[in-house]
T-cell receptor, first 116, second 110 residues
């Protein structure tokens, strides 16, 4: 079974600075998706960024980028120019590309605080 | 599009009571899911559906039931509520490997 680990329960960053959230995963599959979701106090789960495992190029979305190391099974999220609105729980998630529905695995989350 | 909507937002149940959590999506997605999120934890899959009339168990299905009579609706039924079912419940739908989550239902069983 796949597992997702986020070793940092809490992180903090100064406004306008850069922070990196770590995520590692375990799988025997070669084709899959990885995601970072943001959950603000409103509890809505918001997709931040998505990476397809067969793509070597790291995904980027504005101030958010990932460092995807497939061999190391590592998928970290970098937030540049942090803003107060970035404060939230961040979940790393894995999904099998071929096994629909069943294998969507979330990590335990990292709570990010942004200091003014 | 309203996206994925869930009702109610909050609910308190007594042990042994039953209730249905409603979930509706207006994006014509075939895939729909129910997750629960316990305090300080990630999401765990309860049930999922790949289309109307088709449902299957996820990681933690015990104590729950689902039905999918239409593409839009995917209700989650709790029978004989237990304190262990105190959690936040998220409904989601997906298409082209993009997931859309509802706002969640906070359920307390006392």
């Amino acid at each position: 079974a796949q597992t997702v680990t986020q070793s940092q329960p809490e992180m903090s960053v100064q406004e306008a600075e850069t922070v990196t959230l770590s995520c590692t995963y375990d799988t025997s599959e070669s084709d899959y998706y990885l995601f970072w979701y943001k959950q603000p106090p409103s509890r809505q789960m918001i997709l931040v960024i998505r990476q397809e495992a067969y793509k070597q190029q790291n995904a980027t979305e504005n101030r958010f980028s990932v460092n995807f190391q497939k061999a190391a099974k590592s998928f970290s999220l970098k937030i540049s120019d942090s803003q107060l609105g970035d404060a939230a729980m961040y979940f790393c998630a894995y999904r099998s590309r071929t096994d629909y529905g069943q294998n969507f695995v979330f990590g335990p989350g990292t709570r990010l605080s942004v200091l003014p | 599009n309203a996206g994925v909507t869930q009702t109610p937002k909050f609910r308190i149940l007594k042990i042994g009571q039953s209730m249905t959590l409603q979930c509706t999506q207006d994006m014509n997605h075939n895939y729909m899911y129910w997750y629960r999120q316990d305090p300080g934890m990630g999401l765990k899959l309860i049930y999922y559906s790949v289309g109307a009339g088709i449902t299957d168990k996820g990681e933690v299905p015990n104590g729950y039931n689902v039905s999918r009579s239409t593409t839009e609706d995917f209700p989650l039924r709790l029978e004989l509520a237990a304190p262990s079912q105190t959690s936040v419940y998220f409904c989601a739908s997906s298409r082209d490997s993009r997931w859309y989550f509802g706002p969640g239902t906070r359920l307390t069983v006392t």
